[in-house]
């Protein structure tokens, strides 16, 4: 596929759903589908009954747009009738300066298929096409080697026609994402959390404290906040592995502490933290105390 600043396209024609919507259950959604001006919205009702039956593409003007920006279109209204229990019909062609020319298809579960002309349109409605992986990949591009403890972003499992999606839910952000695998499922959710829930690393000042932990221990320290360093300069999946690297140095430094670390080890993680705290350049006081200045 093209990237986004290469492959300019069009959709003509319109995409309904099987029963209308109601506006009132899809406000913040519609504006967002409607924000890029490359198709207009499809009513019926007035009033408190009005509901929305679909999107028509934009007039040869104004409807041309980033791949991009059509693939957001597409994933919000497949979002909004997976949510709402519709069924979506599509009467669009589209032309793309990197693809040529073809059909939107809908598949039995609802996704759509960018289908080139000369191609067979029931492969991509049963997907049996390269459009999606439609089983486990064989490589490593998905493995995980932990999965998070936090119950905020959870996978689904939504039945979709005769398929099975598995949509990645944040209680914070909505869809992140609807894979055709639990294996990428778990990946994007992992993906998510590094991006979108993983604070930057407290900054690691040299202090006293850390002065008393075990030659071992540090190291394992140093190298976990390396690790959670690098991360935060790579996108989400590419955070990936060096998240797990961090934890990983993180239990052999809570091994090596267990095994070799003083006597009074709480004693002294709270003096580090308290030492590491009160290093902390951009801090805040409270209300009418003066920071201690040498």
Same mark, same amino acid.
């Given at each position: 596929?093209?990237? #986004?600043?290469?492959?300019?396209?069009?959709?003509?024609?319109?995409? %309904?759903?099987?029963?209308?919507? #109601?506006?009132?259950?899809?406000?913040?959604?519609?504006?967002?589908?409607?924000?890029?001006?490359?198709?207009?919205?499809?009513?019926?009702?007035?009033? $408190?009954?009005?509901?929305?039956?679909?999107?028509?593409?934009?007039?040869?003007?104004?409807?041309?747009?980033?791949?991009?920006?059509?693939?957001?279109?597409?994933?919000?209204?497949?979002?909004?009738?997976?949510?709402?229990?519709?069924?979506?019909?599509?009467?669009?062609?589209?032309?793309?300066?990197?693809?040529?020319?073809?059909?939107?298809?809908?598949?039995?579960?609802?996704?759509?298929?960018?289908?080139?002309?000369?191609?067979?349109?029931?492969?991509?409605?049963?997907?049996?096409?390269?459009?999606?992986?439609?089983?486990?990949?064989?490589?490593?591009?998905?493995?995980?080697?932990?999965?998070?403890?936090?119950?905020?972003?959870?996978?689904?499992?939504? +039945?979709?026609? $005769?398929?099975?999606?598995?949509?990645?839910?944040?209680?914070? !952000?909505?869809?992140?994402?609807?894979?055709?695998?639990?294996?990428?499922?778990?990946?994007?959710?992992?993906? !998510?959390?590094?991006?979108?829930?993983?604070?930057?690393?407290?900054?690691?000042?040299?202090?006293?404290?850390?002065?008393?932990?075990?030659?071992?221990?540090?190291?394992?320290?140093?190298?976990?906040?390396?690790?959670?360093?690098?991360?935060?300069?790579?996108?989400?999946?590419?955070?990936?592995?060096?998240?797990?690297?961090?934890?990983?140095?993180?239990?052999?430094?809570?091994?090596?502490?267990?095994?070799?670390? $003083?006597?009074? %080890?709480?004693?002294?993680?709270?003096?580090?933290?308290?030492?590491?705290?009160?290093?902390? #350049?951009?801090?805040? !006081? +409270? $209300?009418?105390?003066?920071?201690?200045?040498?």
């Amino acid at each position: 596929m093209a990237s #986004p600043d290469e492959d300019e396209m069009i959709y003509r024609g319109s995409v %309904t759903f099987d029963i209308a919507v #109601p506006l009132d259950a899809i406000a913040s959604e519609l504006a967002d589908l409607l924000a890029s001006g490359t198709v207009a919205a499809l009513y019926v009702g007035s009033g $408190p009954r009005r509901a929305l039956t679909g999107v028509e593409g934009a007039n040869d003007e104004d409807g041309w747009a980033w791949s991009e920006t059509w693939h957001e279109i597409q994933w919000m209204q497949e979002s909004i009738a997976r949510r709402h229990g519709r069924t979506l019909h599509s009467a669009a062609t589209y032309d793309s300066d990197e693809r040529g020319s073809g059909t939107l298809v809908v598949d039995h579960g609802g996704r759509f298929h960018d289908c080139r002309d000369g191609e067979d349109p029931e492969s991509h409605r049963t997907r049996a096409c390269d459009c999606f992986p439609v089983s486990e990949p064989g490589d490593t591009l998905f493995a995980v080697a932990e999965v998070t403890d936090n119950d905020r972003v959870t996978i689904a499992e939504v +039945p979709a026609g $005769p398929f099975i999606d598995f949509p990645v839910i944040c209680a914070d !952000h909505g869809d992140v994402a609807c894979p055709t695998s639990r294996r990428e499922a778990v990946f994007r959710r992992e993906a !998510h959390l590094v991006d979108a829930h993983t604070p930057s690393p407290l900054p690691l000042a040299a202090v006293p404290a850390l002065a008393e932990l075990p030659a071992r221990v540090l190291d394992h320290i140093r190298q976990a906040a390396d690790e959670l360093l690098l991360g935060r300069s790579h996108a989400a999946p590419l955070a990936i592995r060096h998240r797990d690297a961090a934890r990983h140095h993180t239990r052999q430094a809570e091994s090596a502490l267990r095994k070799h670390g $003083p006597a009074n %080890t709480t004693a002294l993680l709270i003096r580090a933290l308290v030492e590491l705290h009160a290093a902390t #350049p951009d801090r805040e !006081h +409270p $209300p009418g105390s003066q920071p201690n200045r040498p």
